[in-house]
């Protein structure tokens, strides 16, 4: 889950750096550094639903920070919430 939130951090930086201001930059910055120490406690968890529903935490964690950085510098991108294909999203 960890490399995952990693990955998906580095892809997600590399595709929006040069659409979004520092101001959004910023809070999706801090909503997926919120999401990895709630993975990191999920982590450090028994395996077990309570673990799977801090892994949960921290993805929806992420996805908010995504969607507010997104509504920040809304150029015509389309949030997960917006197109309800989020991981948290249901579908």
């Not at 892809?11 to 659409?19: E, F, G, K, M, Q």
């Not at 028994?46 to 997104?70: L, S, T």
């Amino acid at each position: 889950m960890k490399k995952m939130i990693i990955l998906f951090a580095a892809a997600s930086a590399l595709s929006l750096a040069a659409c979004q201001s520092p101001a959004a930059d910023k809070v999706e910055d801090q909503a997926e550094a919120k999401a990895e120490a709630i993975d990191d406690q999920a982590d450090a968890m028994p395996d077990g639903p309570a673990k799977e529903a801090m892994e949960q935490k921290a993805d929806v964690v992420e996805e908010q920070g995504e969607e507010k950085a997104n509504a920040m510098d809304d150029n015509g991108e389309i949030a997960p919430s917006e197109s309800g294909v989020g991981d948290t999203q249901k579908k």
